[in-house]
């Protein structure tokens, strides 16, 4: 049973430039998270995805965008990149019709120079 | 909307000793309240919730008591050992259609062989 999975692990950009991270969730898990993590500071949600459309959102700019896909795997754009989104990127799976727990998987490591 | 503080922001043990961390929400609609506890470089994992019908649990070492008219809970491990050491992060969310999770700063716990 595959845990949640992203893609890529580490990715390196400069400023301006847009990027595209990937995450498949866990196996018979529909809905998808993002969330942001600064070095030394807890994870902070973006956004939220259930059924292809963005259900929730946090306190992030329109830069930050979102898709879902109809096997329930999610896409995090990023465009106009700022030295500032430098940070870890987890992506986090549950089930509509669950309990509430959120699995995590690995995260991206994004560095914008 | 919700608000989590986590105290202390570190915490050190000799092993064999007790550890507890705090934290304290804003939001009294929010209902369950997971632990994560992550590693360097790893990824956030889930080792104990909360929801607030029940005011205590415990799995193994590990418990976590609820106090829904002061809005705080706190994590307590006992008999520490050496793998407890990691960042520890409480969260606290409203566990309804989409569980935005709010997360504390985190409490770096470090156990003394």
């Known amino acids: 049973d595959a845990g949640v999975t992203q893609s890529p692990t580490h990715l390196i950009k400069t400023r301006g430039q847009q990027v595209t991270l990937r995450c498949s969730p866990k196996?018979?898990?529909?809905?998808v998270s993002w969330y942001q993590q600064a070095l030394g500071q807890g994870p902070q949600f973006i956004f939220q995805?259930?059924?292809?459309?963005?259900?929730q959102r946090g306190n992030f700019p329109d830069r930050f965008s979102g898709h879902q896909f109809p096997n329930y795997s999610s896409e995090l754009n990023v465009n106009a990149l700022l030295l500032g989104d430098s940070a870890l990127y987890l992506c986090?799976?549950?089930?509509?019709?669950?309990?509430?727990?959120?699995?995590f998987g690995p995260g991206t490591r994004l560095t914008v120079l | 909307g919700e608000n989590v503080e986590q105290h202390p922001s570190t915490l050190s043990v000799q092993e064999g000793d007790s550890a507890v961390i705090k934290c304290t929400y804003s939001?009294?609609?929010?209902?369950?309240f997971p632990w994560y506890k992550q590693e360097l470089g790893k990824r956030p994992q889930l080792i104990i919730d909360?929801?607030?019908?029940?005011g205590e649990k415990k799995d193994q070492r590990i418990a976590v008591t609820l106090n829904k008219t002061a809005k705080h809970f706190s994590l307590h491990i006992t008999e520490t050992q050496p793998e407890d050491s990691a960042v520890y992060f409480c969260?606290?969310?409203?566990?309804?259609?989409?569980?935005?999770?709010?997360f504390g700063g985190g409490t770096r716990l470090m156990v003394k062989p």
């Open positions: 939001d009294s609609a929010s209902n369950y």
């Open positions: 986090a799976s549950d089930s509509a019709g669950g309990v509430g727990e959120q699995f």
């Open positions: 969260a606290a969310t409203y566990n309804n259609a989409g569980n935005m999770l709010t």
């Open positions: 909360i929801r607030s019908n029940v």
């Open positions: 196996s018979g898990h529909d809905t």
């Open positions: 995805y259930y059924e292809e459309e963005e259900r």
